[in-house]
DNA sequence: CAAAATTATTTTACCATTTTAATGCAGTAA
DNA sequence: TTACTGCATTAAAATGGTAAAATAATTTTG
């Protein structure tokens, strides 16, 4: 079948360690020597096969990144660039997809030992992981816009983040800014678990009450939904609108939410940013392309990106864990305005 | 570090091949040491090495989905289901992005040799695969949504596809039957490669020839562009508008073209359909949760996906390649109409 | 009850590679 | 000549597992 090291061996006329020397680059080889091997390997179109090199080495220069729900547009931003930052290094990528959260570091555990990954990116998730569970990976991590329990030793892994609370602070206070009172929020939070998400809440929750403006129940949709988040979003919006006629604004926790209840607030004839006001999180190409554009609080993948594989490069070095929390950009595009008086007659 | 079978079999007192045995449910083991084994896999956390098992089987139960561009939200929709469907075989499913077509086979020939792949899918891409390529792989091949050259062998791979010409033909034949004669097309093809684009400008030109209408280079818009499908889209559109005051309709090859489209249609104050129809291709949520949802040529992905990975399983099995051509459907939705009056007058 | 058959377990070889220790061979110093 | 050095190479051990052959223990059978 495919051809083996003895084959070049072989064909070269050498011994098998010499070939392997030569193919790592290691120890004493005389140029005519290292001319007949690459011939050979060049000959039978030789590939060293992996699972013996890693066997050996104990280690496997592949990287892998696990993403919770990779179907959000989001972490596809990210996933390119991590992807050509590992491959510039010389390293190999993997990704692997987990459907439902807290699992992670499970999944993690298991493909390190299987295959002896030299590393992990855990992107998305909750943030329930433990100390333990960096201790026993035994490989640097980097967990990507989520962070580990607060009672976790730093030193064990690496995060890159925003702040999830203080950025939906904001953004629920641009909201306010503009003069809405009546603001709601759609947000997908899955089981007891502390996500972006629910962070994302508390800020929403914080802004309101430090506002003084008090948190209405009808204004609020959290609920555990694994569908996508596009049609979440369009059914907790029209949800919203059925329950609460005065509402004037929306914080989507996630752009998919977001463009998924604009499409609800379009659907019911009203209008964006003239009825209702929606601004949404992350900083998806569907919501910038929009009509209207949807404002948003944009995270910096592409440099959050680069932090991370930085950082998981760094660990990789011996450092410790290193913590970088980005700025997000609150991108007005025109979905959020003062709140009309039109439409409440209207529909009132 | 990390436990090996050796010393699982100490820890349990028997010997090294009645673990694996008893780890692989092959050959006979009496209850009492298959308990003791487990008890011990439990305690030491055992996870068996996959290199190791890999090196030794020459095989690895693993699937490798290559996919070229992963961040088209249509393959999205296709992964999820690829990756259940695979594990619920019990077997591995690993995804790889593959940033410029034409490298799909050498990388994926690569990975096979590497780690002992025992099956790959190739998702997207070209249509330039050779005889000898398939046959340098030695593993199961599937191509969803692209086929190979026309004079391989089709006993030596599998392929699941919408007619890509077919289809496009029907969805301009649509566009001509409201009345549209000025239609313009949006297609991205990258070098001379034949694509699943490629072959939905074909169609479209074939529509508009075997209907009488003259086909007009400036009403189409095809290029060699590496950045996202919106952009694209929205670009192409915006120089077609103001190339081309008269155009009526689009025909966008991609989805994410057509949203990207109907974004500069919208930006430039023009309506949708009213004056400009705009029809895409795939089916991707963000075209459905688009202000107005735009017409598209749905492909079928879970069953594409689904009958995708009966072809490699049944492949593994020994059989030949199985070649599935999907329906489309054309969903209307309303952002085709018959060409108006108002806007050529107001733009003319 | 011994031989045969069956069941349970271990020994051994092997997978493709890296690495360590060993070997051969020039050249140089004693 | 002998002993040592340094370079080039190779043989052999090791990596963690599986599988075939060998062996041991048990049960069935004549």
């Known amino acids: 079948m495919s051809s083996t090291i003895k084959d070049i061996a072989k064909l070269s006329g050498v011994g098998i360690s010499t070939v392997s020397r030569v193919l790592n680059n290691s120890g004493f080889a005389s140029p005519e020597t290292r001319e007949k091997v690459m011939a050979a390997v060049r000959e039978l179109n030789y590939i060293p096969n992996n699972n013996a090199r890693n066997l050996k080495k104990g280690s496997s220069k592949t990287i892998e990144l696990l993403v919770k729900s990779i179907t959000n547009p989001f972490f596809q931003k990210m996933i390119h660039t991590i992807e050509q930052k590992i491959l510039l290094r010389g390293y190999n990528l993997e990704i692997k ?80 800014s503009l003069g809405h009172q009546r603001i709601g929020c759609i947000c997908n939070i899955y089981g007891a678990m502390k996500t972006p998400n629910s962070l994302r809440f508390q800020g929403y929750k914080k802004a309101l009450a430090e506002h003084g403006i008090e948190i209405d129940p009808s204004l609020i949709s959290t609920m555990n939904d694994t569908r996508s988040g596009y049609e979440f979003g369009f059914n907790m919006m029209k949800n919203l609108l059925s329950r609460n006629k005065n509402i004037t604004a929306i914080v989507a926790m996630a752009d998919v939410i977001a463009v998924g209840a604009a499409k609800a607030v379009l659907s019911e004839g009203l209008r964006i940013p003239d009825d209702i006001s929606i601004i949404g999180f992350d900083g998806i190409e569907a919501a910038e392309y929009y009509s209207p554009a949807l404002d948003t609080v944009s995270q910096p993948a592409e440099q959050m990106a680069i932090s991370a594989i930085d950082a998981l490069f760094a660990m990789l070095q011996g450092e410790e864990g290193i913590h970088t929390v980005f700025e997000a950009t609150l991108l007005k595009r025109g979905s959020c305005a003062p709140p009309g008086t039109i439409a409440k007659k209207e529909r009132g």
């Open 97 to 176: 997809n987990v459907n439902y959260s807290g699992q992670e570091m499970a999944i993690a555990l298991r493909e390190v030992q299987d295959r002896n990954l030299c590393g992990v990116i855990l992107m998305g998730g909750s943030f329930e992981y433990t100390e333990q569970d960096f201790k026993n990976l035994g490989v640097p991590c980097v967990l990507l816009t989520v962070s580990a329990a607060p009672d976790v030793d730093k030193a064990l892994y690496s995060s890159v983040i925003i702040d999830d609370e203080a950025e939906s602070y904001k953004a629920t206070e641009y909201l306010i």
